[in-house]
Each structure stands twice: as C-alpha cells, then as structure tokens.
C-alpha cells in the first residue's frame, strides 16, 4: 500500500490555524512532519505546542516577520522542506465602490505577503541546497472573474503569476514551486462572504449557498481537507516532476 511519510521534514505554513491551513497543518502531522504554524491570530511569541508543532505570531505582511517565521523553524526542527502559503483574507464589494483601503489590505496580505514568506523560504533552500516545495494556496479566483470581489481576485492572479516565475527561476535547484485553486470551500470566511455579498446583491446567505452549489458538477461545496489532500500530493515524491502549476480542485466548477 502506497505511503506518504515526511517523518523528519519540516513543513511551515502561514495561516495554519484555521480553515484551509488548519486543515494542511493536521494532515502533515498525520504523515509524520514537523509543523511550524505562522498565524497573526497566534498568541504572541514563539511557543512549542508539542514535540512537532511549533507556533509564531507573524504578520505575512512585514519582511521582518517573514524571516522570523523561517529561521524558527530552522532553529525548531534544522531546515525547511515544505513551504505553504496559506494565509488570505477577502472584502466584497462591487469594483466601482471598493474603497482604496480595502484593496490595499487585501494585496498586502495575499500577494506580497506571498511575495514576503516565499522569498525567504526560498533563500534557507537555496542555502540547504538540496530542494525543496513552496506551495500557495491561490483559488479559482486566480482564473476566473467573480462579482464583488476584485480586489481579491486581483490578487489571486497575482499569486499565480508569481509562482511562475519562481518556478522558472527555482528549478535549477530543484524547488519545486505549485499553486493550488480551490473553489468554494466551506470556511468561516466563505461564510462571511456569504452574509456580505447577499447584502451587496439584496440576497438571503442561505440563497447564495444554494447558488454555490448548483455551480459544482459534483453537486457539493468543498472541505479542507478536500484542498489539503492536493497539497500533500505536491509535497510528495509523487508530484516530482511538476512546477509552475495551478492545481484546480473545484469539484469540476473551475476547469482551465
């Protein structure tokens, strides 16, 4: 039977406390990782939770702390092997209306913090020199245009344009660098969003939920785990030979 075992690897991951992240974060600790978890939401500091999860309050949005958040966990656990870039955030208003703020918030967060997080994991590869994975979680919004989100879209295109460059330019080095596109998963920001826009669009959230899922040909709305089952995948031994990928995991909404 085929087994995915990183004991002895080293995965961080940004936003690994909630939704989607926590999600990765559990299923890597079931495959044997070491996991260090950078979340804003963290208690301050850097606290050992157990023998292989480390957690740090960062903010993905300054260099400082993105270079804190590697060197803790090459202090915890010797190196990185496994880089996710998890942490996002979404305001929803029509394109005309989004205030310049909001905007701001959302790039800072989802495409520089990127930027911020994989430039330095990426530099403590390089200087392991033996490989390594960076994969950011973007979404399907990164291919495709939705109502009231266009900030967020804009920066989820980012994200996809970023992880082709340095895919490009990492793959001398044998760092592999993929994204993955979710659809609708069932977070509490998908559920925030679901309360706004119906405001925006004089809807009930239960109208948009079934809006949802009359969009997904496998007739439901996805899980994390859904979208941590693909990331495994990209870490692994099994996806050695792709980089510079948009992985869409949609249940079929999304298919380019």
């Known amino acids: 039977m085929l087994n995915i075992d990183f004991t002895g690897q080293t995965l961080v991951i940004t936003g690994g406390l909630a939704g989607i992240g926590k999600g990765i974060a559990d299923l890597f600790l079931e495959a044997g990782a070491n996991v260090v978890i950078g979340d804003i939401?963290?208690?301050?500091?850097?606290?050992?939770?157990?023998?292989?999860?480390?957690?740090?309050?960062?903010?993905?949005?300054?260099?400082?702390?993105?270079?804190?958040?590697?060197?803790?966990?090459?202090?915890?656990?010797?190196?990185?092997?496994?880089?996710?870039?998890?942490?996002?955030?979404?305001?929803?208003?029509?394109?005309?209306?989004?205030?310049?703020?909001?905007?701001?918030?959302?790039?800072?967060?989802?495409?520089?913090?990127?930027?911020?997080?994989?430039?330095?994991g990426a530099r403590q590869m390089l200087r392991q020199g033996r490989g390594g994975r960076i994969i950011s979680i973007a979404s399907q919004a990164g291919k495709n245009g939705y109502r009231c989100m266009g900030s967020y879209v804009a920066s989820k295109h980012a994200v996809l344009g970023f992880t082709?460059?340095?895919?490009?330019?990492?793959?001398?080095?044998?760092?592999?660098?993929?994204?993955?596109?979710?659809?609708?998963?069932?977070?509490?920001?998908?559920?925030?969003?679901r309360i706004e826009g119906a405001a925006l669009r004089g809807m009930q959230p239960e109208d948009i939920l079934a809006e949802d899922r009359s969009q997904v040909p496998l007739g439901r709305t996805a899980e994390p785990g859904d979208v941590a089952n693909v990331v495994l995948f990209l870490a692994s031994p099994l996806a050695s030979y792709m980089t510079g990928q948009a992985i869409n995991v949609t249940g079929g909404m999304t298919m380019n």
């Open 41 to 120: 939401a963290g208690r301050p500091g850097i606290e050992r939770i157990h023998g292989r999860l480390v957690q740090i309050q960062i903010d993905v949005t300054v260099s400082e702390d993105a270079a804190r958040l590697i060197d803790a966990a090459v202090e915890a656990f010797g190196a990185v092997d496994f880089l996710v870039n998890n942490s996002g955030t979404s305001t929803m208003d029509y394109a005309v209306d989004i205030r310049e703020e909001d905007w701001d918030k959302v790039m800072d967060i989802n495409a520089k913090g990127v930027y911020l997080v994989s430039r330095a």
């Open 164 to 193: 082709k460059v340095m895919a490009l330019e990492l793959a001398k080095d044998q760092i592999l660098v993929n994204a993955v596109c979710p659809g609708i998963v069932e977070t509490d920001m998908k559920r925030r969003e």
